[in-house]
């Protein structure tokens, strides 16, 4: 099995050829049929009892009804295009101040394949212009990452970020798409707005 199972699954050829030019040779005695014969149904029951069986051992990409694909009821409009693979349609926002928490939903629409998976990071930024926390994550709990999206499809990813207090007043997100690898992050543009390399979503008010 494993990586033995597949090197001999490679050689089953080999003894195919070996048959055919015995075959040519000793197929007038009656003997050498039958060992031929023998020999070439052990290969065949070999192959499909052990060797057919071995799997890649990679794991199985997630179906799209990993996604939620709903889109959200009520939300807040965005358009924000990231270099041309994906536009954030729109977003919810809401602070819980006996959690302190932002619980954050963002609407998806693919436009073009990745390359390969992209982090989200978001920075929470107080009325008094100071940030109250950030994070990073991939999309959906990392089981949907955005290799998976499908030109046109949509995506829901809810996620939760942690504050370190929460003041009355209006909150701001920053929002990017970014390679964790490098850190580089994807050019995004608004409609009617210059290239940058994140985009604002707010106000979220706290009374």
Not at 188 to 193: K, N, S
């Amino acid at each position: 099995r494993g990586e033995v199972g597949r090197l001999l699954l490679g050689m089953m050829p080999l003894v195919v050829f070996v048959a055919a030019q015995a075959v040519t040779e000793r197929w007038e005695q009656a003997l050498d049929r039958v060992s031929i014969s023998i020999a070439l149904a052990l290969q065949i029951i070999v192959m499909v009892a052990f060797l057919r069986v071995i799997g890649t051992e990679l794991s199985m990409p997630p179906a799209a009804g990993a996604a939620d694909s709903v889109a959200l009821a009520e939300k807040k409009p965005v358009g924000a295009v990231f270099d041309g693979r994906a536009e954030l349609t729109g977003y919810t926002a809401r602070v819980d101040p006996t959690a302190y928490t932002l619980d954050l939903a963002l609407e998806w629409r693919s436009l073009g394949r990745f390359d390969h998976p992209y982090f989200l990071f978001a920075m929470v930024v107080g009325p008094d212009g100071q940030p109250l926390g950030d994070d990073n994550w991939l999309p959906i709990r990392g089981s949907y990452p955005t290799t998976c999206w499908a030109p046109g499809e949509t995506i829901v990813d809810r996620h939760t970020l942690a504050l370190r207090g929460v003041p009355p007043g209006d909150y701001w997100i920053s929002l990017a798409l970014f390679d964790f690898d490098s850190g580089e992050r994807l050019p995004v543009v608004l409609p009617g707005a210059e290239e940058e390399t994140q985009v604002g979503l707010g106000p979220v008010g706290v009374p």
